[in-house]
């Protein structure tokens, strides 16, 4: 039988109110020989001490929050405030390595299970005991926090695909099947071939036939690495939600144009995420700015290699069984690719000097100062005088409704 946490809870909860109910039972036992007290009084000593020596065998902190979690009902966030821990997630591993582990082990012990079920669970090193797991709080804010940016497009591909970092960094917009057709089907998709990242000079020429591009530095090239885009043995597709492919057709334009605003030569290698010279983006670019973001803004240190889990975990949603990605995109994503618009100045079709950076974390700048593209809005009023004023729109318009 697999027992439940909120089980396990009740039956050590049982030993709190054991106590209570024993001073009971001795006042009565005074003046009564009641065997049902007897027995009671009997039973509630049994659990109590069961429970109580159990938790002697435990480390003062392991003591703590199990008293704090069941007999005083402290939520977790609490419990890790109060001793001292970093987050709530380390608690419940610590709580869940206590329950699995030493109660189960003690049980057994006590011959109230004939074998320990929990003998072969695998508790996770104490290197991941202070872990920030990612939340639906902290992806939001920090999807908000960095609208508008390089980081943002980079963070929904992270997160909305299968794709890893050094394949995303590698993409070309020839790679990527996200037009108006595949969309309409639900079929937009990367073909995944190549990867970016820095590789020893000494591998690359062994390996020169698989090297696509090497993109030298223009100072201190005696290094002993470069970053190159080399070809993978096997392609695959992978799928892209139709909302994070309507981001990277608003992304693409904006992409297209940084050659108008390059303070050196451009080179244009058609990569999807690239820097402003239009050479190729790795990936310590983007944890910088990730990791900028969250301490200027005092966001949980969660990693974004925790990010692919989070987004494949499986929850139940109106009876359906899908992935927080899944989910996300069904009912909390917010379309912020508008905002990739910040800065560019429609009239000549350049950016201005007031441009506010590719990376840049738009709460640093000032959006009333910046001249943002504003969408037509609808005039209502002449809307309805052409309603009126045509009989058959009129008409057609009525009969829909009455359907």
């Known amino acids: 039988m697999i027992y439940q946490y909120e089980e396990i809870e009740l039956t050590l909860k049982l030993s709190y109110f054991a106590k209570i109910h024993l001073g009971e039972l001795e006042r009565i036992l005074q003046t009564s020989n009641d065997k049902k007290y007897t027995d009671d009084y009997i039973y509630y000593s049994h659990i109590i001490n069961i429970v109580d020596s159990w938790l002697k065998s435990l480390f003062p902190d392991e003591q703590e929050i199990i008293i704090l979690r069941i007999l005083k009902n402290q939520t977790y966030n609490h419990i890790a405030f109060q001793i001292g821990y970093l987050n709530h997630s380390s608690v419940i591993r610590k709580y869940k390595g206590i329950i699995n582990n030493k109660l189960f082990k003690y049980a057994t012990d006590m011959n109230l299970y004939d074998v320990n079920p929990m003998q072969y669970y695998k508790v996770q090193n104490d290197s991941n005991r202070y872990l920030v797991e990612w939340d639906f709080d902290t992806l939001n804010t920090i999807f908000e926090l960095c609208k508008g940016t390089r980081l943002h497009m980079f963070l929904h591909c992270f997160f909305g695909t299968d794709l890893k970092m050094n394949e995303i960094l590698a993409l070309k917009w020839d790679d990527l099947y996200i037009g108006h057709k595949n969309i309409k089907k639900n079929n937009c998709y ?55 492919a309507k981001m990277l057709i608003k992304w693409k334009k904006v992409e297209g144009r940084k050659y108008q605003i390059s303070y050196e030569e451009y080179e244009n290698n058609d990569l999807v995420f690239s820097l402003l010279n239009g050479k190729a983006c790795e990936d310590r670019i983007i944890n910088k700015e990730f990791d900028k973001l969250k301490y200027e803004n005092n966001l949980p240190d969660v990693k974004m290699s925790r990010l692919e889990f989070f987004s494949k975990e499986r929850i139940i949603y109106k009876e359906e069984v899908m992935t927080i990605r899944d989910f996300y995109y069904r009912t909390l994503f917010y379309d912020y690719s508008e905002y990739f618009e910040i800065g560019y100045i429609k009239s000549g079709l350049s950016y201005n000097n007031n441009i506010i950076p590719i990376g840049t974390n738009y709460r640093s700048v000032n959006l009333k100062d910046i001249n943002v593209p504003k969408k037509k809005e609808i005039d209502l009023s002449k809307m309805i005088s052409l309603i009126k004023n045509n009989s058959s729109l009129s008409n057609e318009l009525t009969s829909i409704l009455k359907e």
């Open 190 to 244: 990367a073909v995944v071939n190549k990867k970016l990242k820095r590789k020893k000079i000494s591998y690359i020429n062994e390996h020169r036939e698989n090297i696509i591009k090497q993109f030298d530095p223009k100072i201190n090239d005696e290094g002993s690495t470069r970053l190159v885009i080399y070809k993978i043995e096997n392609s695959k597709k992978i799928h892209i939600p139709i909302n994070v």
